[in-house]
């Protein structure tokens, strides 16, 4: 297949979750013999942070406004498929255009869900408008469970269909590191995600000065106070991350309040600290139980006092357990390579239905 992905951002890492996911799902996907070009919008905030100038499975481009973006026309008018992510500037407009411009499947792949849905019920059209969504064959997001009946039954999607972040399985492994920390935290600030923060590992640090914790990520504000036991990062590039988690006995998943109401939201974080086998102690919702077993393969904290029960109870053998555990289930179940084939299929069924609909119309 001939495949056009417009995105947030392929080529820089920096503040956003999307670049890792993009960067393991479509070299997955080349390797299964499909051609990509993917088109990114030139802004300044990534142009000076890219950590991937040039990736060897598909073809990068930069389009600087809605009007520059027509050069790549003959591109999207003759691709097999059409895939527009989430948090794209100028989202609906772009929609607009491939839904206009496409003769092949077209698909919009959220990467962030409850996020848009939550963006969407309160009027907020900054990247996805109610009107687009039908436009699109397909409906790929990051969110399962009864979230994707939902986007067809009230927003008219032909088909709705999970595709969860996924982890590059040759990227992310145990290394043999020397252990710097007891308890880490890996991602962007986000002022929701901020309290759970604060309960989970700032108040554990506090409560346990012997030991040492870490936040790693860009865009804190100066005014937090962070216990003096808590290392701060500002980045850490995806090259370094694998040496992150193994370099941390645990580590910290923290969930958006938007995905922990909608359930089924795993973060790329998640998949990435288990396949390093880093054991994940992790806020809780509906869903996580059936990606990761409580307790075996990773440990719920709904407070302050089950974080410092982990570090203060569990000692380095049943760490260890739990670690490998994760990342056999992982391994097993959610590296790039599935999310690949299940892209693959998800596309094939998105034309053929396409292909009836049209037929149907005639």
């Keep these: 297949?001939?495949?056009?992905?417009?995105?947030?951002?392929?080529?820089?890492?920096?503040?956003?979750?999307?670049?890792?996911?993009?960067r393991a799902l479509l070299q997955a996907y080349a390797e299964r013999g499909h051609d990509i070009l993917?088109?990114?919008?030139?802004?300044?905030?990534?142009?000076?942070?890219?950590?991937?100038?040039?990736?060897?499975?598909?073809?990068?481009?930069?389009?600087?406004?809605?009007?520059?973006?027509?050069?790549?026309?003959?591109?999207?008018?003759?691709?097999?498929?059409?895939?527009?992510?989430?948090?794209?500037?100028?989202?609906?407009?772009?929609?607009?255009?491939?839904?206009?411009?496409?003769?092949?499947t077209t698909a919009f792949y959220d990467i962030d869900t409850p996020v848009t849905l939550a963006k969407l019920k309160r009027g907020d059209f900054e990247y996805l408008a109610p009107e687009v969504i039908p436009g699109f064959d397909a409906y790929l997001s990051f969110t399962g469970g009864p979230t994707l009946e939902f986007i067809e039954q009230f927003y008219g999607s032909p088909a709705a269909r999970p595709l969860y972040c996924s982890v590059d399985a040759d990227q992310y492994q145990p290394l043999d590191v020397e252990q710097r920390w007891d308890l880490s935290y890996l991602g962007t600030y986000s002022d929701d995600r901020q309290p759970t923060l604060d309960k989970l590992l700032n108040a554990a640090a506090r409560a346990l000065p012997h030991r040492r914790l870490c936040v790693a990520g860009p865009q804190y504000p100066e005014t937090i106070d962070w216990p003096a036991n808590v290392e701060r990062i500002d980045h850490v590039p995806p090259a370094d991350h694998a040496a992150f988690y193994s370099a941390s006995r645990f580590t910290l998943n923290v969930t958006r309040a938007d995905m922990i109401e909608a359930g089924w939201s795993p973060s790329v974080r998640l998949f990435e600290a288990a396949a390093c086998a880093t054991p994940v102690i992790s806020d809780v919702w509906e869903g996580l139980e059936t990606l990761l077993r409580p307790g075996s393969e990773i440990l719920f904290a709904p407070s302050t006092d089950d974080v410092i029960a982990a570090l203060e109870g569990i000692g380095v053998e049943q760490g260890r357990e739990i670690g490998q555990a994760a990342r056999t289930r992982v391994l097993a179940a959610h590296t790039a390579?599935?999310?690949?084939?299940?892209?693959?299929?998800?596309?094939?069924?998105?034309?053929?239905?396409?292909?009836k609909r049209v037929k149907e119309v005639a």
């Design 1 to 22: 297949m001939k495949v056009v992905v417009l995105g947030l951002s392929l080529s820089s890492s920096w503040g956003n979750g999307h670049a890792t996911t993009f």
């Design 38 to 104: 993917f088109l990114e919008r030139d802004v300044p905030w990534y142009r000076n942070q890219r950590d991937l100038a040039d990736p060897n499975y598909c073809r990068l481009e930069f389009y600087s406004d809605l009007e520059d973006l027509k050069r790549w026309t003959a591109e999207i008018t003759n691709a097999d498929a059409v895939m527009v992510g989430s948090y794209v500037p100028e989202g609906v407009e772009v929609a607009k255009f491939v839904q206009a411009t496409a003769d092949g």
């Design 337 to 355: 390579r599935h999310r690949a084939e299940e892209l693959e299929r998800h596309l094939a069924e998105a034309r053929v239905s396409g292909e």
